[in-house]
């Protein structure tokens, strides 16, 4: 017999234990923000029925200082209801009280803070490094988290790579001066929202939220990762040492033990099915001109696991919930940009909306859409495009994978015509289809695959390769965790596999890879030659906002440059199989004038004619006259 999705899922169906205890979202709110409109949801064992029906004028009605109510929504939940709030431009900051007959609700209105726009919400720009890791993963500063009680999962088990292993916000405050000394100017944590589930059975495995994947409560940071409170310690820490923070949303979906999953406000809160669907992924069939309702439907509404349901986001009430939830932890935490998971699998309409209502109230906040394609095209559709496409996405930039699986392909030396360093060539080629392909982060590896040391058979000098292409091509480099000190390992049964403790985050660990004393000499030589690299681009104006010259690649020979009037590099690499001298003469544009090459990682400066590159060599070369 088929599980009924008619409504949720059979066994979400009896919420037994409904807390008494009320419930507010957003738990507080800001005063001096130019949206003054704030729908608050109120959950409650049948505040519905408590609180009195009303007659509101065009007005509204003056509820406390600086607030006026303009509506009270009831929906098919007694336990909800919805109140549209106007907050006046000149309300202070302080603790309300709203009366609704024998219903009291307090609610706090804090200051939106002085700092937005000068120390923190900056933006993450081609300036950047970004360096992305699994909290959970990185570094333990704080066993007192470890274990939160009354949490459904209360395991924390490092020799179980299913389970919570205990690192923790404290854990990456403590190594900010690693993040400087590698040249890293923005983190990216996976979610830091809580994650209050139960062990999830998946692929065979009982496995723990220690990615952060599975929401239950958005206005609460996981306390296991340090709260709210750690959160907010963290974000001020890293602005003081010059290092952005970058929050990973998610739109698509929420854990099955959500309190909205748990206790549906209405029928439509999710995207409901007779029996369970998943998505095609299938991007295309969004901008096909042939594509069906049918197939659009599928891979917007399905459902990624049975313990993962999908968010109706064309809800009014859903997307004023998640639209907020974004404001509220940018002003909260001081956020400079969202990277936006399964961004392809959300309502577009929505996307805009939420993206849209961000940039009005912090003009230089950055928004990545995350959308794993297909094609060149795939990825321009999701951001700020030249397309004649029948939707118009907003986002400031993607997470680019197809220059992603370029770099791969080119590191492990693949020959043909479309292939190895021809991929990265044909990928730059299309860039004519963004409308600031500079916006785009570009990465070779990420907590979903292998990791890309393993990736090019642990071979040094194609690692080498990619850390020069990664640094230098345009775009937004993102590193994942690790890759500085050559961790390794492939997906072969498990994500769980490229998630492993970084070595030294924990005080048990045997070896310390964040000091030069702990690294091997292979891992020293790793670690020394990206941070050069990484100081080396943080100065120069063309790496960060120069233009790009490619030419055609010849015998697995690529070289390209990024230049402005007070700079000129040349990268350069050799992924045949021979020795290569270039013919300068065909490099003339770029070239012409200068007579010397600076290898910016190195310093030693030799003359450009004689020049010769030996195969799996690449540099990356700063021009001098």
């Known amino acids: 017999m088929k599980k009924a999705f008619a409504f949720v899922l059979c066994y979400f169906i009896v919420f037994a234990c409904i807390a008494q205890e009320m419930h507010l979202y957003p738990s507080n ?25 009303y007659k509101l004028s065009a007005a509204g009605m003056k509820l406390a200082d600086g607030v006026t109510l303009k509506m009270v929504h009831r929906v098919e939940n007694p336990n909800y209801v919805f109140l549209d709030l106007v907050i006046d431009k000149n309300a202070k900051p302080g603790m309300r009280t709203f009366n609704f007959g024998p219903v009291q609700i307090k609610y706090e209105l804090k200051a939106k803070h002085s700092g937005n726009g000068k120390t923190r919400v900056l933006g993450v720009t081609s300036k950047d490094f970004i360096y992305l890791m699994i909290p959970d993963r990185f570094a333990n500063g704080d066993p007192s988290n470890d274990i939160v009680k009354g949490y459904r999962d209360e395991t924390v088990d490092r020799s179980n790579k299913f389970s919570r292993h205990g690192g923790d916000f404290k854990g990456v405050e403590d190594h900010l001066d690693y993040f400087n000394q590698l040249g890293v100017t923005a983190i990216w944590m996976t979610p ?77 809160w999710l995207n409901n099915w007779p029996a369970f669907t998943t998505p095609h992924h299938r991007e295309e069939v969004l901008f096909d001109p042939y594509s069906s309702a049918h197939d659009k439907k599928i891979m917007l509404d399905g459902w990624f696991t049975d313990h993962l349901p999908d968010l109706n986001q064309r809800n009014p009430f859903v997307a004023n919930f998640l639209i907020q939830h974004a404001i509220w932890s940018t002003e909260m935490f001081g956020i400079d940009g969202w990277r936006v998971d399964t961004y392809k699998y959300c309502d577009e309409q929505f996307l805009n909306n939420v993206n849209n209502a961000l940039y009005a109230e912090f003009p230089g906040i950055t928004v990545f859409g995350e959308a794993w394609v297909n094609s060149v095209v795939g990825n321009a559709y999701f951001t700020k495009n030249n397309l004649n496409a029948p939707f118009s996405h907003n986002a400031n930039g993607v997470i680019d994978f197809q220059s992603c699986f370029a770099m791969l392909s080119a590191m492990n030396l693949s020959k043909g015509w479309t292939e190895g360093v021809n991929k990265i060539y044909m990928t730059l080629s299309q860039d004519l289809v963004y409308k600031n ?32 292409w990664l640094m230098t091509l345009r775009g937004i480099p993102q590193l994942y965790y690790g890759t500085e000190v050559l961790m390794k390992n492939m997906k072969t049964t498990t994500d769980a596999m490229v998630r492993e403790d970084f070595p030294g985050g924990w005080k048990e660990d045997a070896v310390n890879k964040f000091t030069d004393a702990g690294r091997t000499a292979p891992e020293k030589e790793a670690f020394n030659y990206l941070s050069a690299l990484a100081r ?77 590159i030996k195969p799996k060599e690449s540099f990356v070369f700063e021009l001098i006259k």
């Open 536 to 612: 080396f681009r943080k100065t120069s104006s063309a790496l960060t906002s120069g233009k790009t010259m490619q030419f055609v690649p010849k015998d697995g020979n690529y070289i390209y440059f990024r230049y402005d009037a007070k700079q000129t590099v040349m990268v350069i690499a050799n992924t045949g199989d021979k020795p290569a001298k270039p013919d300068w003469s065909v490099y003339q544009e770029r070239t012409g004038g200068f007579s010397r090459i600076k290898n910016v990682v190195t310093g030693e400066v030799k003359p450009l004619e004689g020049f010769e």
């Open 192 to 268: 830091v929202i809580e994650n209050n589930v139960s062990l999830m059975h998946e692929w065979g495995n009982n496995v723990a939220g220690y990615h952060g994947y599975w929401f239950t409560d958005h206005y609460e940071v996981d306390k296991r990762l340090g709260g709210n409170d750690g959160y907010r310690q963290l974000s001020d820490a890293a602005h003081k040492k010059g290092i952005k923070i970058i929050q990973d949303a998610v739109y698509n979906h929420v854990s099955k033990e959500h309190w909205s999953v748990l206790d549906p406000p209405s029928s439509d």
């Open 437 to 468: 392909p500079m916006n785009n982060c570009i990465f070779m590896d990420n907590h979903d695959m292998d990791r890309v040391f393993s990736v090019v058979g642990e071979d040094w000098d194609k690692l080498k390769m990619g850390f020069n």
């Open 29 to 53: 709110w800001f005063t001096g923000l130019k949206n003054s409109k704030l729908q608050l949801i109120v959950h409650q064992e049948g505040i519905a029925n408590k609180i009195p029906m």
